[in-house]
């Protein structure tokens, strides 16, 4: 039997890409997922893969949706051992052309909502020994030019991650988080809202920078949060594992 058999997650941002991965990798090895999202239809489509997954639609950038969302796993099942803050916002956003209100929608889903979400877990995950995984970037490490509140606050995250970590030990939840590198999913095209031809460009220039010469696939990503969140992982946290072929040393 799994480890995660009959274990209750979250993840957010679960209709598409390295969430949508998530959710069924979690599913498939027995365990209860709530998706989020914004987009009905989206959520409707991956419900349909796997019997153990429901949804919910909500907003991380909602300061209202995180305990809306935490309230509904344990409507559904009395529980909750793992959340996943894995609905990301970003843009490609110059210095000179960077505006409060584009600057805020960012940190709302990167920094404001995982926090809300977790203060909301966390008297669950604590009944349970629980677990929480961000999801980070490589360029929460690595400087980008134009990228510089998307990567701030992927920097932010993983801050939050180590100090989460050490203020949650003593009640046994362990906090950790994945940076992923560029990965095949509808990122560039919807979150950083480019048009298909300039994303077309960057997804070529990825490929040869990374040194593994190619882009991820949401697997690649996936099957790293679900092992940092099994309860196998158990003595690790405060740990951020980058997962991005080695686009992070270059
Ligand atoms: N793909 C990459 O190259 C890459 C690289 C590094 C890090 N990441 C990180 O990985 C995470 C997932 O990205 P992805 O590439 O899998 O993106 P994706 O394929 O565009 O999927 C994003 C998911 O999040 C949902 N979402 C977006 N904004 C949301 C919000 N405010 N509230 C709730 N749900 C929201 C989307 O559904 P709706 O649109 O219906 O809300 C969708 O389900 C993000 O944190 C991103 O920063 C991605």
Not at 176 to 203: C, D, F, K, R
Request: charged share 20%.
């Amino acid at each position: 039997m799994s480890a995660l058999e009959n274990k209750v997650v979250i993840v957010t941002g679960g209709s598409s890409g390295i969430g949508r991965a998530a959710a069924l990798s979690f599913a498939k090895q027995g365990a209860k997922v709530l998706i989020t999202g914004r987009r009905a239809a989206a959520l409707k489509k991956t419900v349909a893969e796997h019997k153990n997954i429901v949804s919910v639609v909500a907003d991380v950038a909602n300061p209202e949706d995180g305990p809306r969302t935490v309230a509904k796993a344990i409507d559904t099942w009395g529980r909750l051992d793992i959340l996943v803050n894995n609905a990301g916002a970003g843009a490609l956003l110059p210095l000179r052309n960077s505006s409060a209100a584009q600057i805020n929608a960012i940190f709302a889903v990167n920094v404001v909502g995982p926090s809300l979400l977790a203060a909301a877990a966390l008297p669950h995950l604590e009944a349970t020994k629980g677990t929480i995984v961000n999801i980070s970037s490589t360029f929460g490490q690595k400087a980008g030019a134009d990228l510089s509140h998307y990567a701030a606050s992927k920097a932010a995250l993983e801050h939050l991650t180590r100090c989460w970590a050490l203020e949650l030990a003593p009640l046994n939840v362990r906090v950790n988080a994945v940076a992923a590198g560029p990965t095949e999913s509808g990122a560039l095209t919807g979150m950083m809202g480019l048009s298909p031809e300039h994303a077309a460009v960057i997804e070529e220039a990825e490929r040869e920078q990374i040194p593994l010469k190619r882009r991820g696939t949401p697997d690649d990503v996936a099957k790293w949060i679900v092992h940092l969140a099994d309860p196998t992982s158990e003595w690790v946290t405060g740990q951020i594992i980058t997962v991005d072929g080695g686009l992070g040393l270059t």
